[in-house]
């Protein structure tokens, strides 16, 4: 079975300070993962995804996420916050066997203050 | 892109009325369509998944005679809320899957106030 858990709930960095939001899953076999993003009162956004190519993925708005197998860790990382990033953020895994079922995290808050 | 188009993104209701949430794929034929509930502050929680011609597959715990789904068409599913009470009240989101991959669309969301 598929599992994850980010490790945060709450993250609050400084506009133009570093961004790192912590993923680790579970998986049997390997999984695809994905970063979400939801801002208030809209709906999910993708910022990226990992399917077994590159275990470091670029994503929108300046994110990325490194893949990392022997720490089963798929943390989100920017190098500089802006305020417009202050949002919900979702990691997910697919639920396998090609279902597309997927499998949210808990959401950890971003707060990005002046 | 691809795009999903869920329809209304807000709807307020008295208790005991039931009320409709639509999700439409746009430019893609969605082979497999998801819904989920997303309460205050919390994650998204799989509701159901349908599939194209066929019943939904109900989460455990999910009443599938009070959350109806119908998934009559490639590009069309809808949850209707039988008999809403204020419990209901929630966020709701569909996604949609192609047969192709395994990215997931998502609409935007349906607000649901029961009063």
């Known amino acids: 079975a598929q599992s994850v858990t980010q490790l945060d709930s709450h993250v609050s960095v400084s506009e133009g300070t570093p961004v790192l939001l912590r993923c680790n899953y579970s998986s049997s076999y390997s999984p695809s993962l994905f970063w979400y993003v939801q801002h208030p009162n809209k709906g999910l956004q993708l910022l990226l995804k990992y399917t077994s190519a590159a275990t470091l993925v670029k994503g929108i708005n300046g994110f990325e996420a490194e893949f990392k197998k022997s720490e089963t860790s798929f943390h989100l990382t920017k190098p500089s916050a802006h305020m417009s990033d202050a949002a919900e953020y979702f990691c997910?895994?697919?639920?396998?066997?090609?279902?597309?079922?997927?499998?949210f995290g808990q959401g950890t808050t971003l707060q990005v203050k002046p | 892109g691809a795009v999903v188009s869920q329809h209304p993104s807000w709807v307020i209701c008295k208790s005991g009325t039931s009320v409709k949430i639509e999700c439409r794929s746009l430019?893609?034929?969605?082979?497999?369509m998801f819904w989920y509930r997303q309460f205050p502050k919390q994650s998204l929680m799989l509701m159901a998944t349908s599939n194209e011609g066929s019943k939904a597959t109900y989460e455990q715990g999910v009443e599938k005679d009070k959350f109806l789904i119908n998934h009559a068409s490639l590009t069309l599913s809808t949850l209707t809320v039988t008999s809403a009470h204020p419990e209901d009240s929630s966020f709701y989101i569909c996604?949609?899957?192609?047969?192709?991959?395994?990215?997931?669309?998502f609409g935007q969301g349906t607000r649901l106030t029961v009063v």
């Open positions: 996604s949609a899957r192609d047969s192709l991959g395994l990215k997931a669309f």
């Open positions: 997910v895994v697919s639920g396998g066997s090609n279902t597309g079922k997927l499998i």
């Open positions: 430019d893609f034929q969605a082979t497999t």
